[in-house]
């Protein structure tokens, strides 16, 4: 069945970085869209960024324009989200999910990211 | 960037009662690029209507979507007790995609 398992979730402080990773499973990952996005504590989700299946394209949401870089590796069936420059409302859980249209259909648990000093 | 606002905030229904929520989006939606998720707390967004009206795979028949333009409408027939959750409608027709603020189902 599909999997999706986000990792690399933590503590950070203000203006540091962290790389989060999304292991994929029980699916030819290579043949889709993959997605990043948040909920913080108390809100809505937040799309953040998608990336084409061969991973020549990828899209971002304002906020994360410029800090976020969203890759992948398909031979590894895994997808990134380098995040820099972090910010205490970056503050969220994070979730990898699959496609963005069809919209997305499978996601994972989600990681916990905290920025705080 | 569409923008989607949810009404109500909060509805509060009993078990077995009908729910209606909607959806209204900033400008039109095309193709109806509009799906909607349940959300509950720890767990993963669950894919419940896509393409406005199309329940997702595995999505009980009492779940429904309607709606094209700018307004959009999810309707629970009869309330399940699983059914108390948030939410969110979401616009995927191109980047940047956005999810609605969300609106909380509560046990009355």
């Known amino acids: 069945q599909v999997q999706l398992v986000e990792s690399g979730g933590g503590l950070v402080k203000p203006g540091g970085s962290l790389r989060l990773s999304c292991a994929a499973s029980g699916f030819t990952f290579g043949d889709y869209y993959m997605n990043w996005i948040r909920q913080a504590p108390g809100k809505g989700l937040e799309w953040l960024s998608y990336?084409?299946?061969?991973?020549?394209?990828?899209y971002y949401a304002d906020s994360v324009k410029g800090r976020f870089t969203i890759s992948r590796d398909n031979a590894k069936n895994s997808l990134y989200l380098q995040m820099n420059s972090l910010r205490a409302e970056d503050t969220a859980v994070y979730y990898c999910?699959?496609?963005?249209?069809?919209?997305?259909?499978?996601w994972g648990q989600g990681t916990l990211v905290t920025v705080s000093s | 960037e569409i923008v989607l606002t949810q009404s109500p905030g909060t509805l509060s229904l009993s078990p077995g009662e009908r729910a209606t929520l909607s959806c209204t989006a900033s400008?039109?939606?095309?193709?109806?690029?509009l799906a909607w998720y349940q959300h509950k707390r720890g767990q993963a967004p669950r894919l419940l209507i896509y393409?406005?009206?199309n329940r997702a795979s595995g999505i009980p028949d009492r779940f429904s979507g309607s709606g094209s333009g700018t307004d959009f409408t999810l309707t629970v027939s009869r309330l399940e007790p699983e059914d108390f959750a948030e939410y969110y409608c979401h616009y995927y027709g191109s980047a940047p995609l956005t999810f609605g603020p969300g609106t909380k189902v509560d046990i009355k």
């Open positions: 400008q039109s939606v095309a193709s109806n690029y």
């Open positions: 990336i084409t299946s061969g991973g020549s394209y990828s």
């Open positions: 999910a699959r496609g963005t249209n069809p919209p997305p259909d499978h």
């Open positions: 393409g406005a009206s």
